[in-house]
């Protein structure tokens, strides 16, 4: 059986809900799939004034060497000042020796994320997160126009080839929305489809 990792990293809760949809995305094309996050780098008093969120559900990975064990990895963080957020790129800084055996090599892997406004650099935080993982050696699947609901102006959402996104407006009250976690899932869905042919 096909197994992914979604790993993510969430400071107000819009990347969790988007793991959880490319999560459901991945199961519904019969994958085992693992969701977990990296940790929290920042110091607790800049994160507690902050208003980051502590109560996350899903476990901490800390051990890089696990990613071998997966077929797909699906990686989720929120945009700093347009490129991945320094704690999932303190994750992916572990991983030299992963990197250097070549375990990841021919590996499925995606992106996603979150952004304050509609331009608020989306693309190229997915491409900061694609770019670390084409350096691993991963076949890269985004969120291809098979799913249309990434299209059209008659609301605002996020969506893009390169991986689902949404947009949390600036002070983050802005929850995914229907659209947007539906292209979280299909993006999900089409990378557990992808690893499975890759593996067989």
Same mark, same amino acid.
């Given at each position: 059986m096909t197994k992914i990792l979604v790993l993510y990293y969430s400071s107000y809760g819009h990347i969790a809900q988007m793991a959880? #949809?490319?999560a459901e995305g991945a199961r519904s094309a019969g994958a085992t799939v693992d969701v977990r996050r990296v $940790? *929290? +780098?920042a110091p607790f008093d800049v994160a507690q $004034? #902050? !208003?980051f969120r502590v109560d996350e559900s899903h %476990?901490?990975?800390d051990d890089v060497n696990q990613l071998a064990q997966y077929d797909g990895i699906i990686v989720g963080t929120p945009t700093r000042f347009g490129r991945m957020a320094s704690q999932m790129a303190a994750f992916w800084d572990k991983a030299g020796g992963v990197w250097f055996q070549g375990q990841l090599n021919g590996k499925v892997g995606g992106a996603f994320t979150s952004t304050a406004s509609q331009h608020g650099g989306n693309e190229t935080t997915l491409f900061s997160i694609i770019t670390n993982l084409l350096h691993f050696g991963m076949t890269i699947v985004g969120l291809d126009y098979g /799913? &249309? @609901? &990434? @299209?059209g102006v008659d609301e605002v959402k996020g969506g893009s %080839? /390169? !991986?689902a996104t949404t947009i949390a407006d600036g002070d983050g009250s802005r929850l995914p929305s229907a659209a947007e976690l539906d292209g979280a899932r299909y993006q @999900? =869905? =089409?990378? #557990? *489809? +992808? $690893? $499975?042919?890759?593996?067989a």
């Open positions: 959880d #949809a490319v $940790a *929290e +780098t $004034a #902050a !208003g %476990p901490v990975l /799913y &249309q @609901g &990434q @299209g %080839p /390169y !991986g @999900g =869905r =089409r990378i #557990a *489809e +992808t $690893a $499975a042919k890759l593996k």
